[in-house]
Structures are given as structure tokens and as C-alpha cells.
């Protein structure tokens, strides 16, 4: 595919030249076990995934697509997606990367462009529909996490190689993560850096290696168990 975003500054690109939707659904939507979590008839209330990373919004489209998909178990349920990110595209760029997945994303897409902010600084709150709200948050990560009262209980983890951008991948967001998380709370990350699966076990979640999306041998999973390693 010859539109796959790259980022100069970080020598990375936003998702997998393969397809990145597929990789999407693969990391964030399975690796979480969303299809057994959402897919659990007796399942109400609120469901809220955080994610280090919006670049152009794929896993939040990926994520809130598939979520639709549960609407027939009409229980009351809300997804609230919050999202962090440090340099904003536009919707324009949005529109034209994602464009390759336009029928398989279907309404997502043009409601999602439609309603996209201007990507000011700060917190952006955004109902896509009546039961999922997404709440973009324009700054670094390190300053937004430590700011945030949330529980959550999906961890999307999609910063630029932790080789590359060090910062998205630091002590202080894993003890965010872990203030933020609760017993049962899981995260994924296309990654299966050493660094990353220390800092993580550090913080207190249980990490494992599962297999990663297309040629990617490996990516990380895990659990918050509370219990920090050494
Ligand atoms: C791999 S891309 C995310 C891809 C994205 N999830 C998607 O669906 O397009 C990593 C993102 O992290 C952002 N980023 C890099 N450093 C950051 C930081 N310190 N705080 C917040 N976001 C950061 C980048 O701008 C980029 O959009």
C-alpha cells in the first residue's frame, strides 16, 4: 500500500505497511480480548479504552466500528475512548490515509472526518454517537496522563518504536497506566521491546508475549495484577 504515513521525526511509520487495519484489530481489538469482553451479553455500563498515540484515529475507528457490532445485545453500554496526542495531523490527512478503508469502515469514517477538531491544545470531547464518546487530548503524554481520573480498562498502547520515541514508553506513563488501571484491566502494544515489557511488569501488570500482526513475530499483552516486580 503506497499510503501508509511516515513520520520523518521519529523514522517510523503511523501503522503496519501490510494493512494496517487488519494489524489494528488484530494488536488492540483481540490482543484485549474486546470480542469475548464486548461480546459478554450480561456486559453493561461503561467501557473506557485509553490509548498513547491518536495519529490519525485508525484504532479508534477500528475499536468504535467494532463495538457496533454488539449493539443487537441492546444492553445500556457506553464506550468512552480517550486519546492521547502530541502532534496532530488534520482531518484532510485523515481523510486521504484512511480512505483505503472506506467501505470496510462504512459510516465510521465520514461521521469521524466530519466531526474531527481542530487539533488545538488541550482536551477535545467528542459524542460519534449516543453511546461512544471519544475525548482526544492534544499534548504530551507525560502531561496528560498525570492529569487524568479515569478508570480504565483497555490500554492501547501505539507510540512510534520505543527506539525512536523514548518518551511515549517512560517509567512515569507505565505508573500512570498502573494508577489508572484496575484489577482485570488489560493493555496491548504492537511492540515486544525488553524495556518496555520490564517497565510494564514494574508498574504492576502481567506481561506476555503473543504473536504480532503479519511478519511481527512477536507484540506484548498484559494484565494489571497490582503486583510490582522488582
Ligand atoms: C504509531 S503512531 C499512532 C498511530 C495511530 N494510533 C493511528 O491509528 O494512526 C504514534 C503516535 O504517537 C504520537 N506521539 C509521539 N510522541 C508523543 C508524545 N510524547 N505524547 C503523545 N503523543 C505522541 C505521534 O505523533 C503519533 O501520532
Excluded at 86 to 114: M, Q
Excluded at 204 to 215: A, D, L
Aim: contains cysteine.
Amino acid at each position: 500500500m503506497s499510503t501508509v504515513p511516515r513520520s520523518e521525526r521519529f523514522d517510523d511509520v503511523y501503522f503496519s505497511a501490510e494493512d494496517g487495519l487488519a494489524e489494528s484489530r488484530h494488536v488492540f481489538i483481540e490482543g484485549n480480548d474486546l470480542p469475548a469482553r464486548w461480546g459478554d451479553k450480561d456486559f453493561r455500563g461503561t467501557f473506557t479504552v485509553a490509548e498513547t498515540g491518536f495519529g490519525t484515529g485508525l484504532n479508534f475507528l477500528a475499536a468504535w466500528q467494532f463495538w457496533n457490532s454488539f449493539r443487537a445485545h441492546n444492553n445500556p453500554r457506553r464506550l468512552e475512548f480517550i486519546s492521547v496526542e502530541k502532534y496532530p495531523v488534520n482531518a484532510g490527512f485523515i481523510k486521504d490515509v484512511l480512505s483505503v478503508w472506506a467501505e470496510e469502515l462504512g459510516d465510521c469514517l465520514p461521521t469521524f472526518c466530519d466531526l474531527y477538531p481542530v487539533p488545538k491544545t488541550g482536551a477535545h470531547s467528542i459524542d460519534v454517537a449516543e453511546d461512544v464518546r471519544l475525548t482526544l487530548y492534544i499534548g504530551d503524554v507525560n502531561e496528560v496522563l498525570p492529569k487524568l481520573n479515569i478508570a480504565v480498562d483497555a490500554w492501547f498502547l501505539d507510540g512510534f518504536k520505543p527506539a525512536t520515541n523514548p518518551e511515549m514508553w517512560t517509567e512515569a506513563v507505565f505508573a500512570q497506566m498502573a494508577r489508572l488501571s484496575h484489577a482485570g484491566t488489560t493493555f496491548t502494544t504492537f511492540t515486544a521491546a525488553g524495556e518496555v515489557r520490564r517497565g510494564l511488569q514494574a508498574a504492576g501488570f502481567e506481561v506476555t508475549k503473543i504473536k504480532g500482526f503479519g511478519r511481527k513475530r512477536d507484540m506484548l499483552a498484559g494484565i494489571y495484577s497490582g503486583k510490582r516486580s522488582a
